[in-house]
């Protein structure tokens, strides 16, 4: 992030960092419109709590209209107040796996993209035949009970 807007801050992926270095917004604001020119026009200054909030808002509604869905972004308070840093990083990881797919580069890891595969009924019927080792081996005890010598007990 701090080589996408071009400004050098403690990069440090602790938790109370995370939370110093963004919860005024601003370096928020900047990478929407390294990413998107433009896309919040205002970005406010001082420290006013609410102007500041207001920075995450904008931040927030910029987001979702580069397609991050709701799932992807986060709620003011999650930043502001340092309720949910943990869903703050997913939006930044969803934000630069959109920006590599409209090409800017280094924001994140790559989205994957689709690798779709049709397989003939032959190959499909072979496959059903094979037991997968995700079912285990339990060497011949199931889950009815455990057996005691001759007693069996539930």
Known sequence: MSETIGEQFDTNGE?????????DGRKLCQLMNTIVPNSIPKVNSGENS???????????????????SDSETFQTVDLYEKMNLHQVVLCLFALGRKAQKQGMRGLGPKESDKNERIFSPETISQGNTVVSTQYGYNKGASQSGISFGNTRHM
Do not use: H, T
């Not at 960092?17 to 919860?23: G, I, P, S």
């Open 15 to 23: 938790m109370d960092n995370v939370y110093n270095q963004l919860r």
């Open 50 to 68: 609410f102007k500041l909030m207001e920075n995450i808002a904008r931040f927030g509604q910029a987001a979702r209209a580069f397609g991050l």
